[in-house]
């Protein structure tokens, strides 16, 4: 009887070890391991190169959109805003920048036309989030209440940064906490849009040495030690889209206008200019 | 010995202003998979590396934390006729390259791995070992269930787990070189 219990418990150990075994066993056929780099600038030393750089992403946030690429707006785009794309923009400077996004018109094809029926209306918004310098979120178009901000990347240890963005455009009526908009329309037309980006306008400088610890706004102060940069910027945001344009392909600006079967492509360039 | 190297030099010379004259041309490339159940490789962008730690690039947003940012930093290439495999991926964090430091040297970060088109088909760790289970991954090809993942880039974002945390983290850091060792393995089910 003993034997009979010891026989029975090795089989039901032996019979769950090939249960496991069968669903959850791998041998490991080819892998590989590499080494990536980052640095960390100096706390002095010498002042980094002004840099800047526009990268979008696509509708869906997942791949970064490079030049030549297309994206396509769903038929959900038609009398309704659409997430088209989203920029980031990094960089430097502390003066003014300018992000002008050139819409073209939207024509069958891409080719250029003057015959109604062969290009739509849609409109832009462009609804920007607050800036970052570093991995901080700032203020925008205030510097009451500007982020502080070490600078620990140049210029010594001696100054202490309040960093605080502005952002104008001439079509936005509002500005909100959490970020604002710049609607535009071209009703068929190309057309344009500028986000003017000023960190100078705003931000603010304070000497840690100096006795009264004075802040100052940082395009008043002598820039013998700042050569035009400050902290790492991010300014992003995400261009929304839509089409004027019915179900049955009529205008929704002009109902007797009417749309020809295809497909309709805008170019749009992103350009940026430095004060 | 004189002659023999001026004689060398002109042969050498001359290869340069062969190779300098060569017309420029226009490469193009398909790849496919022959007789190969299993391929797998890893490329480290160069020209991405090393980048910047204070640049925004990496900077860590909360408000992406659904998608992928960050920078660049590579891509994999994993295909398979069969789905029965998994993709285990880790990485140590970026450490840096002064062994003697003991404090402010190191900083986390989440690695991104695309794994196909669409929103929501991307994979990310912050360290800890990512299984990647075939199934997952796979697509039905002439109604066989086969891996495809041709060149899809990785990405890089700092991540200490919050916007506060990675930004007194990031703050602190000795400056200098940080190396970290992202390790891949394949593995076929048994």
């Known amino acids: ?275 | 010995m004189k002659k023999l190297f001026i004689v060398l030099s002109n042969i050498l010379f001359s290869l340069f202003v062969l190779a300098a004259a060569e017309p420029s041309k226009y490469d193009f490339a398909i790849s496919g998979v022959v007789r190969s159940s299993i391929v797998f490789q890893v490329t480290i962008f160069e020209d991405a590396i090393p980048f910047d730690l204070d640049g925004s690039l990496v900077t860590y947003n909360p408000s992406y934390a659904s998608m992928v940012t960050g920078i660049r930093i590579g891509q994999y290439t994993l295909v398979s006729r069969t789905p029965s495999i998994k993709l285990c991926v880790s990485h140590t964090p970026l450490v840096h390259s002064d062994s003697s430091l003991t404090e402010n040297n190191q900083i986390n970060y989440r690695l991104y791995l695309i794994t196909g088109d669409g929103a929501q088909n991307f994979v990310s760790t912050r360290g800890e070992q990512l299984d990647i289970l075939g199934p997952s991954i796979s697509t039905t090809v002439n109604d066989t269930e086969v891996i495809s993942l041709i060149d899809e880039y990785m990405y890089v974002t700092l991540d200490e787990g919050s916007d506060a945390a990675t930004e007194a983290v990031c703050s602190e850091l000795e400056s200098g070189i940080y190396q970290s060792t992202i390790t891949f393995s394949v593995w076929v089910q048994t």
């Open chain 1, 1 to 275: 009887m003993k034997k009979l219990i010891l026989v029975t418990l090795v089989l039901c150990l032996a019979a769950q070890f090939w249960l496991f075994a069968d669903g959850e066993s791998y041998t490991q056929v080819d892998g590989a391991s590499r080494i990536i780099t980052a640095y960390k600038n100096q706390k002095t030393g010498e002042l980094p190169d002004l840099s800047m750089a526009i990268r979008l992403l696509d509708s869906s946030d997942t791949e970064f959109v490079e030049d030549g690429k297309d994206i396509n707006l769903p038929v959900d785009a038609r009398g309704s805003y659409y997430k088209a794309f989203s920029w980031v923009f990094s960089g430097n400077a502390f003066g003014a920048v300018t992000l002008t996004f050139s819409f073209a018109r939207m024509s069958l094809n891409g080719a250029n036309t003057n015959n109604q029926t062969e290009y739509i209306p849609y409109k832009v918004k462009m609804v920007y989030s607050p800036s970052k310098v570093g991995n901080s979120t700032i203020q925008m178009n205030t510097a009451s209440t500007a982020q502080a901000y070490m600078t620990n990347s140049f210029t010594g240890t001696t100054y202490r940064m309040y960093y605080a963005d502005s952002i104008s455009n001439g079509a936005v009526s509002s500005v909100e906490t959490s970020g604002g908009e710049s609607p535009a329309s071209n009703y068929g037309n190309a057309f344009s849009v500028a986000l003017s980006y000023n960190m100078s306008s705003n931000t603010k400088v304070q000497d840690a040495d100096a006795q009264d610890k004075k802040q100052e706004y940082i395009n008043k102060v002598t820039q013998n030690n700042h050569a035009n940069v400050c902290d790492y910027w991010n300014r992003s945001g995400t261009a929304y889209v839509q089409l004027l344009i019915n179900n049955d392909r009529t205008w929704s600006t002009n109902s007797s206008i009417k749309a020809k079967v295809g497909e309709y492509r805008a170019n749009v360039t992103v350009g940026v200019t430095v004060q």
